[in-house]
């Protein structure tokens, strides 16, 4: 079975460009999770999916990200225009909707360089 | 809101020796989760052990375990007999039990475990 994939793994872009990054979460999974790590700092919940519906975006830094779940399955994350604190490593994760003893699969994250 | 604290930026271990990472965590919920998540260099992040708030028995997970204190708010995890593949950053999380549905993870700020050969 795959596993969650993202892409690209890596990108370097300037200060004010745009990028996109792709999740593509487990088949099956509902629950589609951005996550952030700024560089030294801790993993920063970004927004959740449930389906193609944004459970919870309150971790979104502002409106320069958007994200967008076509369909309920792969998802996309835009930074437009790009700026250098946006730089970092975005995780993308999924699980099932279940009751109780839920396991999250994470990405192996997309690095993203503004210069 | 939750936070959670990892004070050990990097650790180091001689392979086959025993290392305990730190990780203490601030919540005024009583009924919450515990996780420790491993992330080799350029491989995705993975589960290595949970444990439940109200069980108060600590979670083992074959060479990893945790030593969960509740009342202290410590959650610290022991790699015994330490192997070369356990080299890896690994991030403690935090989840509240009170939100069906939505498994949001608050994590630390991790620990970047070099294993000795």
């Known amino acids: 079975e795959a596993g969650v994939t993202q892409f690209p793994s890596h990108s370097v872009i300037e200060k004010g460009q745009t990028v996109t990054l792709r999740c593509d979460p487990i088949?099956?999974?509902?629950?589609l999770y951005w996550y952030r790590r700024v560089m030294g700092k801790e993993i920063k919940f970004l927004l959740h999916f449930v389906k193609e519906s944004k459970q919870d975006e309150s971790g979104m830094p502002n409106n320069r990200f958007l994200a967008e779940r076509t369909g309920g399955t792969y998802s996309t994350l835009k930074v437009q225009p790009a700026e250098l604190e946006d730089s970092g490593v975005y995780f993308c994760a999924s699980s099932q909707v279940r009751l109780t003893g839920n396991t999250i699969y994470f990405g192996e994250g997309s690095w993203l360089t503004v210069v | 809101a939750q936070t959670v604290t990892q004070s050990q930026p990097e650790m180091s271990v001689q392979e086959a020796e025993t290392v305990t990472l730190s990780c203490t965590y601030d919540?005024?919920?009583?009924?919450?989760?515990l996780f420790w998540y491993k992330q080799p260099p350029s491989r995705q992040m993975i589960l290595v052990i949970r444990q439940e708030a109200y069980k108060q028995q600590n979670a083992t997970e074959n060479r990893f375990s945790v030593n969960f204190q509740k009342a202290a708010k410590s959650f610290s995890l022991k790699i015994s007999d330490s192997q070369l593949g356990d080299a890896a950053m690994y991030f403690c999380a935090y989840r509240s039990a009170a939100n069906f549905g939505n498994e949001k993870l608050t994590f630390g700020t991790g620990t970047r475990l070099t294993i000795i050969p």
């Open positions: 088949s099956g999974h509902d629950n």
């Open positions: 919540t005024s919920e009583s009924d919450y989760y």
